[in-house]
């Protein structure tokens, strides 16, 4: 039968965080005030920054793939370059082109938001050289007419191909800019979030609970940790295991008392010989601290 996990803490003995509805810290299980942003006892902070949408949206992926085009299309400008017997300088500015387009299409796909705001400013300058370009003003705003930025597309030596890619260069970019400015904002918006020990409300049967609070103890998290691990005992009061891991995770905060009770229960359910006397020897050294911390252990009956 499903035991529900609020009866776990109403039947308790004891009084302390683990009983009282108040927030802890999910590393130390330090009693919080909201505004906290720091842990007072672990000292660690509390404060995280997550993004607004946990999964990235098609725009976004419409954007990368559009920055991946436009590195393909500056290192067939290269190719061309250098099969023409193009200036070195040129060859070389595609080449800078494509290597930083292809960065930011990959910094782009792991949600950068240095990445989403430099193509804004870049692809800016690009399409500003291409309209000074197009209304003829490049010898009043560029004093060089030698500059790869005003030659890039309107050198006489460039063939058909060359023009075809300058028109789908100019297309790529204007795209973009478009996607990158309107669409895809959303997707690097962060939002500031005050981390405490709380239960993931995704989960409902007691393996993926104690799986939870597993990955939690491996991160640090053992007050997360025991949250979880209460309800897998509370939902499986009959399983070894999880009585065994509570206990581990409530000593590892100082709760020896609960620790020894949920090893008691361990021990109570373990029938093989040799995970018994592991039982005991993690309860007998729980007994053994509880007995060193006297009145300092963290609770009151």
């Given at each position: 039968?499903?035991?529900?996990?609020?009866?776990?803490?109403?039947?308790?003995?004891?009084?302390?965080?683990?009983?009282?509805?108040?927030?802890?810290?999910?590393?130390?299980?330090c009693e919080?005030?909201?505004?906290?942003?720091?842990?007072?006892?672990?000292?660690?902070?509390?404060?995280?920054?997550?993004?607004?949408?946990?999964?990235?949206?098609?725009?976004?992926?419409?954007?990368?793939?559009?920055?991946?085009?436009?590195?393909?299309?500056?290192?067939?400008?290269?190719?061309?370059?250098?099969?023409?017997?193009?200036?070195?300088p040129l060859?070389?500015?595609?080449?800078?082109?494509?290597?930083?387009?292809?960065?930011?299409?990959?910094?782009?796909?792991?949600?950068?938001?240095?990445?989403?705001?430099?193509?804004?400013?870049?692809?800016?300058?690009?399409?500003?050289?291409?309209?000074?370009?197009?209304?003829?003003?490049?010898?009043?705003?560029?004093?060089?007419?030698?500059?790869?930025?005003?030659?890039?597309?309107?050198?006489?030596?460039?063939?058909?191909?060359?023009?075809?890619?300058?028109?789908?260069?100019?297309?790529?970019?204007?795209?973009?800019?478009?996607?990158?400015?309107?669409?895809?904002?959303?997707?690097?918006?962060?939002?500031?979030?005050?981390?405490?020990?709380?239960?993931?409300?995704?989960?409902?049967?007691?393996?993926?609970?104690?799986?939870?609070?597993?990955?939690?103890?491996?991160?640090?998290?053992?007050?997360?940790?025991?949250?979880?691990?209460?309800?897998?005992?509370?939902?499986?009061?009959?399983?070894?295991?999880?009585?065994?891991?509570?206990?581990?995770?409530?000593?590892?905060?100082?709760?020896?008392?609960?620790?020894?009770?949920?090893?008691?229960?361990?021990?109570?359910?373990?029938?093989?010989?040799?995970?018994?006397?592991?039982?005991?020897?993690?309860l007998a050294?729980?007994?053994?601290?509880?007995?060193?911390?006297?009145?300092?252990?963290?609770?009151?009956?």
């Amino acid at each position: 039968m499903k035991v529900d996990p609020v009866g776990y803490r109403g039947t308790s003995r004891y009084d302390d965080v683990w009983s009282r509805d108040v927030e802890i810290c999910p590393y130390c299980a330090c009693e919080l005030a909201y505004e906290d942003e720091q842990c007072p006892q672990c000292t660690r902070s509390l404060v995280s920054w997550h993004f607004r949408y946990e999964q990235p949206g098609a725009n976004l992926h419409i954007l990368w793939v559009l920055l991946g085009g436009l590195g393909q299309l500056y290192l067939i400008n290269g190719i061309l370059d250098v099969l023409l017997g193009g200036r070195f300088p040129l060859v070389i500015l595609h080449v800078l082109l494509t290597l930083v387009f292809f960065g930011l299409a990959l910094a782009v796909y792991y949600r950068q938001a240095w990445a989403h705001q430099g193509t804004i400013v870049i692809v800016l300058i690009l399409l500003f050289l291409r309209v000074i370009n197009i209304l003829g003003l490049t010898e009043n705003f560029l004093p060089d007419p030698a500059d790869p930025l005003e030659t890039l597309f309107i050198s006489p030596l460039l063939n058909f191909v060359l023009d075809a890619v300058d028109v789908m260069q100019l297309v790529a970019l204007t795209l973009a800019l478009l996607w990158a400015a309107l669409l895809t904002g959303p997707d690097f918006e962060r939002r500031k979030s005050r981390q405490r020990a709380r239960v993931s409300r995704q989960l409902q049967d007691p393996s993926s609970f104690y799986v939870a609070g597993r990955d939690h103890a491996r991160r640090g998290e053992w007050a997360s940790a025991v949250l979880h691990w209460q309800r897998a005992v509370a939902h499986a009061p009959a399983n070894r295991h999880y009585h065994r891991r509570l206990g581990q995770g409530y000593a590892r905060l100082g709760y020896l008392e609960r620790s020894a009770d949920a090893l008691r229960t361990a021990r109570s359910l373990t029938s093989d010989p040799d995970e018994r006397r592991q039982v005991e020897q993690l309860l007998a050294r729980v007994q053994r601290q509880s007995k060193a911390a006297g009145p300092n252990e963290k609770h009151d009956k």
